[in-house]
């Protein structure tokens, strides 16, 4: 029994991370595949335009295939997150870099848009959902220091991938139309698979196994199992629901420019190279926001709360700016806005999940990041058909980025209300509950086990 703290204290230190060693291989693996998911995501506007030509249907109607997959990515990240806590992460990533290619690849036959809403949205979602949250997570928990900054030099890929992917898939339309365009893509998907065979597997305990063996016929030891796996008990914290909440908010707006901002600006009068290059100057300046905002956060000298929301308060008024800019009918007053709002977009990216651990503690962030991408997927899913649903009332999309900068201010709002928010200090994260719970159930089995030894 003497042994037993010594032996957790380990493994909390090796949660914490080593800041550095192997962690740096898997922020290059992190850097690759967040480039072939939210990279790739961001820059499906290209295909926005040939969408509604060839199937002739509302923006609207197509706005669906982007958010149906965003919010699968998002509603089966817990489902990631939990057969990384049961199993292993690195067939978990490497599975999802499987289906997220495989979506793309059937997307090239559609024929009709139910077809691109099961394979772009709901298959190559399934597989964004399996790669996103674990490689997330992993690379947190091998740093402490230096969390922020791995975080931001990780996702600075979605700004690169941006800049360089915008011009990439226009040509590849133009080249191979939007079918070979789509299959080409497919088969760049599939190097998420060796950037998750990088992940270390994680050896388990043997004790907790032989306990679960043992309880394996009670329904309510498996509920509590699967509870476990999944983190449900974050669902009754308020600091947890709250920051959720705001997360939400922020997501509803957040990928609208993403979307619509290419038809936007054809729509204003500009030609398709120039739309195309406004979005690849809005990524070029988010790597640099990237960047910057985990080297700043990582100063200490602010509370990671505080620079969310100023960096989410800025990228709200900047979206709304966006359609303002276009009203002269200048070129250069929309790039410049542009390159603002990419900023503070790849700012606030890497501060979003480096607030999780600071609520809810290390050792359950896999579940919470999880939880996080589930409760925020509605969000996701009606943001941009919303936009897409304005444009089609109002004849532009000036109403919808509007709306969009507005629920951006209403996520800051809400990350006003979390406790100690004035503060100029963070709180303690919450103890975890269930710890105790599989202490106690360790020992009872150890108990049991003596009992059954004494009366044999």
Known sequence: MSNLKPKAESQSDEAEGPDGGWGWVLVGALFVSTSLVFGLMRSLGIFFVEFVQYFDESAQAISWISSIGLASQQFFSPLGAALCNAYDTRIVVMTGGCLSGLGLILASRATCLVHLYLTMGAISGLGWGLVFTPMVATVMANFTRRRALALGLAFSSVGISSFAFNPLFQLLVETYAWRGALLILGGLSLNIVPCGALVRPKRRPKAPAKADSESRPSCASLLHRVSSYLELSLLLERPYLTYTLGVSLLNVGYFVPYFHLVAHSRQTGFSEYQAAFVMSAAGASDILGRVVSGWFADLGRFRLIH??????????????????????????????????????????????????????????????????????????????????????????????????????????LTFATLPHYFSWTDPPPPQRCSRHDDKDMGLNSELEQMNSLSSA
Do not use: H
Not at 332 to 360: D, E, N, Q, W
């Open 307 to 412: 620079l969310l929301s100023l960096w989410t308060t800025l990228a709200g008024v900047f979206i709304m700016l966006l359609p303002v800019s276009t009203l002269s009918g200048s070129y250069a007053a929309l790039m410049v806005i542009s390159l603002f709002y990419g900023f503070c977009s790849g700012t606030l990216t890497s501060v979003v999940f480096a607030v999780v651990p600071k609520i809810v503690g290390v050792e359950r962030l896999m579940g919470a990041l999880g939880l996080l991408q589930l409760l925020e997927s509605g969000a996701g899913l009606l943001g941009t058909p919303l936009s897409g649903f304005l444009k089609d009332v109002t004849g532009n999309y000036i109403t919808s980025f509007i709306v969009a900068g507005g629920f951006l201010i209403l996520s800051t």
